[in-house]
């Protein structure tokens, strides 16, 4: 490469880095500092975590659990564990102090069951819930009030909309639940 052609590409480095400094200058000012970041230099914060009860699983997160004030959603075949690891997180999460509720769109939480993984049931808020709709209408005032700790829906997949409970056997209600999905987890993000 040539001196010529070594200076052009010098010019173009500087030219993208101004163009980048005054990129980001522009969102700062627009949204306010630490909008954008380069993420390894400037301080990240820490995230918090509750413990889900299982060391090895707590180690493989990479923060000590599962992370505070977040959505996780926990996908696995039946019966392969995926409600009693909520149970052992809420257990969890009580003994240090922690408020937990849990949505039972399955209508299958067994209490005994719950007590025997250490959850402490008397202070466990539960709603079993008639549709999606009521089941995640719960769920955000309950995530709106900041007092809760663990919030648990279990599950996804028995979240079903109130226009497929109230319709005839073999009614179409393509991308009905979906919607109901995506606008819950839009509304949940935003609290």
């Known amino acids: 490469m040539g001196q010529a052609a070594l200076r052009l590409v010098e010019k173009e480095d500087m030219d993208k880095v101004k163009a980048l400094e005054a990129a980001v200058g522009q969102i700062e000012r627009s949204f306010g500092k630490g909008s954008i970041m380069k993420l390894g230099t400037d301080q990240v914060v820490e995230t918090e975590a509750i413990s889900s009860g299982s060391i090895g699983l707590d180690i493989a997160l990479g923060i000590g659990g599962l992370p505070r004030g977040r959505i996780v ?12 690891l909520a149970l052992h997180t809420v257990a969890e999460a009580q003994k240090v102090g922690g408020t937990c509720a849990f949505v039972d769109a399955e209508h299958a939480l067994d209490p005994v069951y719950a007590e025997k993984l250490g959850v402490n049931v008397e202070d466990l808020l539960i709603s079993q819930p008639d549709t999606g709709e009521q089941a995640l209408e719960i769920t955000d005032t309950l995530v709106r009030s900041g007092a809760i700790d663990i919030l648990v ?27 109901l999905m995506s606008q819950a987890l839009r509304k949940l993000t935003a609290s």
């Open 73 to 84: 959603e926990v996908y696995g075949p039946e019966s392969s564990g995926k409600t009693t």
């Open 153 to 179: 829906i279990d599950s996804v997949a028995a979240l079903v909309p109130r226009a497929e409970i109230e319709g005839e056997m073999g009614d179409s209600h393509m991308g009905l639940q979906a919607r």
